[in-house]
Nanobody, 120 residues
Framework: QVQLVESGGGLVQPGGSLRLSCVAS????????MAWYRQGPGKERELVAH???????TYADSVKGRFTISRDNAKNTAYLQMNSLKSEDTAVYYC??????????????WGQGTQVTVSS
């Protein structure tokens, strides 16, 4: 059974930084794309950052220049470095991965989410 587990969330002050981690475990043939989503209070879930297996990255306009997504394929892990955090970044952050648990299947998996709260 494949699982994604996020960690690194917490309470930070505006202007602070956090690094989120997402570790995929279980039987994994290969990981295609990985991404971070978030859902803030009263908002729709939105794509924050995306990274392909070829390390091409995409960011939401609201986080460009502040957030960086990366991955370590040897560890089946994705990261989201968040700098210059704003109160508007407060949300539950979810990891998403499209991966092959076997050679013949490719499926999206989601983590349980980690809370990020930016407040004074």
């Amino acid at each position: 059974q494949v699982q994604l587990v996020e960690s690194g969330g917490g309470l930070v002050q505006p202007g602070g930084s956090l690094r989120l981690s997402c570790v995929a475990s279980g039987r994994i043939w290969s990981i295609n794309d990985m991404a971070w989503y978030r859902q803030g209070p009263g908002k729709e879930r939105e794509l924050v950052a995306h990274i392909t297996s070829g390390y091409t990255t995409t960011y939401a306009d609201s986080v460009k220049g502040r957030f960086t997504i990366s991955r370590d394929n040897a560890k089946n892990t994705a990261y989201l470095q968040m700098n210059s955090l704003k109160s508007e970044d407060t949300a539950v952050y979810y990891c998403n991965a499209n991966l092959r648990a076997t050679w013949y299947t490719a499926t999206d998996y989601w983590g349980q989410g980690t809370q990020v709260t930016v407040s004074s």
